[in-house]
């Protein structure tokens, strides 16, 4: 489980990254963060901030919108160094 959630859901590139490096800033290493995306660009997105800025990608995962519950998208992790 992260230790701090970015829900982008409805932002398109470049907003889901901006809002992720907003989150991220002053945070200290090891700290986790989740990025919740409808943006298919995220997915490629955040692991490409992460090798630019020394970070670590823990994990990408899509899930499958739910009538009533749920929008789709991806949440991508990352680890802060």
Do not use: N, Q, Y
């Not at 489980?1 to 982008?8: G, I, Q």
């Not at 995220?42 to 749920?70: K, S």
């Amino acid at each position: 489980m992260a230790d701090a959630l970015v829900d982008a859901r409805g932002l398109r590139c470049p907003l889901p990254v901006i809002r992720l490096a907003a989150a991220a800033k002053g945070l200290p290493a090891g700290t986790e963060l989740t990025v919740l995306s409808t943006d298919p660009a995220a997915r490629l997105d955040v692991p490409a901030w992460c090798r630019m800025r020394g970070h670590e990608h823990v994990a990408t995962v899509e899930h499958v919108a739910v009538p009533g519950d749920d929008v789709g998208g991806w949440a991508v992790t990352v680890r802060l160094r």
